[in-house]
């Protein structure tokens, strides 16, 4: 028998097009992020990607856990040489950076180490009512290894990340969505629809714009104000060469709905 696969993979929507929604299949382990589910996610996300009839992709988990951190069994043994020289966690956890297509994380439950890491690597973070954040690598004598000591303190500020990665405290959904952390709370039984909702938006706009406005974004990130804006500015500008610009603006100014052709 073949083995259950560790991110299960499936096409939603009706629209022309369709969201990828991907989920984390290790329930047992709460969705423990090992090499073989890192490797099978990184293919995933490439593949969609690459499918221009995907609009969007949402990573989840399960109802009690979207991922408890890094598979801690796995790593125990580690030597330095092995982190070092298999460049854990850079070769297949980061693959995510690279999608240019808007990825969001449906978070239920525990997000924890690694499992906070990767929904921060997403564009943004939609809670269930449930979910727990937390970078508790601390009680493991470590530290968070996937970008957890500089995207949490971008997100919820210098005070909330040490408190968090120094004491191992968890945050809940309310706590997180306040900190700025999450974008909004759901009630647990809504969240994939809400997710999908989300999803099926975007699906609907034009596809240049909706890459560039995330590279954008991305960029307040890594630049200063001023070439941030720069940037911001000649992207703009390319997206009136696009056949989509004409079509939302004919579209508004004729009061009907725009039909986005551009992927
Ligand atoms: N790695 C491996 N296995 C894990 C795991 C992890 N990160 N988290 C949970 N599991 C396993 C447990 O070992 C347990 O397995 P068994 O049933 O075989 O015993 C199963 O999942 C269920 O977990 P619990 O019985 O512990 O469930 P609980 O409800 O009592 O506790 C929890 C839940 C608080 C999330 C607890 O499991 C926990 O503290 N997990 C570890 C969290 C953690 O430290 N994460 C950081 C990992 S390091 C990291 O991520 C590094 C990095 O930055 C890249």
């Known amino acids: ?52 009839t995907v609009g969007c992709i949402v990573i989840t988990g399960s109802e009690r856990a979207f991922a408890a951190g890094a598979d801690i069994t796995a790593m125990a043994g580690f030597s330095f040489m092995d982190a070092y020289k298999g460049d854990f966690i850079t070769r297949n956890w980061e693959r995510i950076l690279r999608v240019r297509k808007p990825v969001i994380a449906a978070v239920s439950g525990f997000a924890l180490g690694g499992g906070c890491e990767l929904a921060m690597m997403c564009d943004f973070i939609i809670a269930a009512d449930t979910a727990k954040f937390g970078q508790p690598e601390i009680k ?24 968090m990665i120094l004491t191992a405290r968890m945050m809940d959904a309310a706590e997180a969505e306040r900190a700025g952390l999450v974008s909004r709370i759901v009630p647990a039984a809504a969240l994939l629809d809400e997710a999908l909702a989300a ?56 009061k009907r709905k725009p039909a986005f052709k551009q992927r």
């Open 1 to 52: 028998t073949t083995p259950e696969p560790l991110v299960l993979t499936e096409l939603r929507g009706d629209g022309e097009r369709r969201t990828a929604l991907l989920t984390l299949n290790r329930p047992k382990q709460l969705n423990a992020l090992n090499d073989a589910l890192m490797d099978q996610l990184g293919d995933a996300l490439a593949a969609f990607d690459a499918d221009d």
């Open 199 to 254: 999803a099926e938006l975007i699906n609907a706009q034009s596809g240049p714009s909706v890459m560039m406005a995330k590279e954008c974004v991305n960029r307040a990130f890594e630049s200063g104000l001023a070439d941030g804006l720069g940037y911001e500015r000649r992207l703009f500008h390319a997206l009136f060469a696009t056949e989509d610009q004409k079509e939302g603006m004919a579209a508004f100014v004729a």
């Open 140 to 163: 493991l004598g470590i530290i968070p290894g996937a970008g957890g000591t500089q995207r949490l303190p971008r997100a919820v500020g210098k005070a909330k990340a040490m408190d």
